[in-house]
């Protein structure tokens, strides 16, 4: 850095005139991201959640339905527990690494609640899904849960 | 000195990783750009890359979470050429503010990619909010950087031709 530019910043302030200008548009930024996200967008009630591995469909749960439809593949690995309304998925033969996802029929929501995917654990921490947008994704796991949409949408086709 | 910020980028990078994230994954206030954006004015622009890059690669090794260099590298990389730009063309605008420019297009670029990667623009839903942790991060990066360019001895300061001031 020249020498000249380096005096300026050391002699510098905090903030300028000219910041204005930058500040100016990052708060258009935030305010058109709100817009196209959250204030316009129309909500429509969660009807269930499908999970994927990968491109893979693991289970899909329809929140009228008791229990989840668990593709031919994953039958084994995945395990219901209809009492505290929880699916626990298992990526290994010892059933050491999973993740566990709780799910709400009253409230219509669904969260990732446990997982031995890493240290920080994003999954874990994502909000729940209440409604038709939102998604929970594990990347070590690739584990994806998205709603299924509402209004009558056809869940996909599992088995 | 690369070396040195280097080391330091990646110990805020892992103390930071232990902590829950703010709000959504993704939010954390990056207190690990201090040193990367510190190294962009203190040692040039290769410096701060090399910087960038340790932090991200060995980051995401020690936290095993692998998959974040995919998001992690490009969007910093891309936020840290915006603000270097900015740092040498600009004049007359303070660090801080062109950290805060450099934090929201970093939330912005990992949020399009991690979109890209997973194929549905479901997460896109976040944005609004990673963006508002960007604006506080970047502030708080941006402060910390002015603070110590104004604090820290000239001597440290290197010219582009690599000869100390």
Same mark, same amino acid.
């Given at each position: 850095m020249k020498q000249e530019r380096l005096n300026g910043l050391r002699a510098s302030k905090p903030f300028h005139i000219n910041d204005l200008i930058l500040?100016?548009?990052?708060?258009?930024?935030?305010?058109?991201?709100?817009?196209?996200?959250?204030?316009?967008?129309?909500?429509?009630?969660?009807?269930?959640?499908?999970?994927?591995?990968?491109?893979?469909?693991?289970?899909?749960?329809?929140?009228d339905s008791p229990t989840p439809t668990v593709s031919d593949g994953w039958l084994d690995k995945v395990q219901f527990d209809g009492t505290h309304n929880t699916i626990k998925?298992?990526?290994?033969?010892?059933?050491?690494?999973?993740?566990l996802i709780s799910f709400d029929p009253a409230k219509r929501s669904v969260r990732i609640t446990e997982s031995t995917c890493s240290l920080s654990k994003d999954c874990v921490y994502t909000p729940a899904i209440t409604g038709s947008d939102g998604m929970i994704f594990c990347a070590p796991h690739n584990l994806r849960i998205t709603p299924l949409s509402g209004g009558g949408a056809i869940p996909p086709i599992v088995g | 000195m690369t070396g040195l910020l280097s080391a330091v980028a990646l110990i805020a990078f892992m103390l930071e990783s232990l902590f829950p994230p703010l709000v959504i994954p993704g939010a954390r206030m990056g207190i690990s750009n201090v040193f %990367? !954006?510190?190294?962009? &004015?203190?040692?040039? #622009?290769?410096?701060?890359?090399?910087?960038?890059?340790?932090?991200? $690669?060995?980051g995401s090794l020690f936290s095993g979470n692998l998959s974040s260099i995919m998001y992690s590298l490009p969007a910093g990389a891309l936020s840290l050429g915006v603000e270097l730009l900015l740092l040498y063309l600009a004049?007359?605008?303070?660090?801080?503010?062109?950290?805060?420019?450099?934090? %929201? !297009?970093?939330?912005? &670029?990992?949020?399009? #990619?991690?979109?890209?990667?997973?194929?549905?623009?479901?997460?896109? $839903?976040?944005?609004?909010?990673?963006a508002?942790?960007?604006?506080?991060?970047?502030?708080?990066?941006?402060?910390?950087?002015?603070?110590?360019?104004?604090?820290?001895?000239?001597?440290?300061?290197?010219?582009?031709?690599?000869q100390k001031n």
């Open positions: 500040y100016l548009a990052v708060f258009i930024t935030v305010v058109v991201l709100f817009c196209a996200f959250v204030i316009f967008p129309n909500k429509k009630e969660n009807d269930g959640f499908s999970v994927f591995c990968g491109d893979e469909i693991v289970c899909v749960l329809e929140f998925i298992f990526f290994d033969d010892a059933k050491t690494d999973y993740n | %990367i !954006l510190l190294a962009g &004015v203190l040692l040039g #622009v290769p410096s701060s890359f090399c910087v960038l890059t340790v932090k991200v $690669v060995l004049k007359n605008v303070s660090i801080i503010a062109i950290s805060v420019v450099g934090s %929201i !297009l970093n939330v912005t &670029v990992q949020n399009a #990619v991690f979109c890209l990667v997973t194929e549905t623009a479901a997460y896109l $839903v976040y944005l609004p909010y990673l508002l942790v960007g604006v506080l991060a970047g502030l708080i990066v941006g402060f910390a950087v002015w603070l110590c360019v104004k604090k820290l001895p000239a001597s440290l300061f290197v010219e582009n031709d690599g």
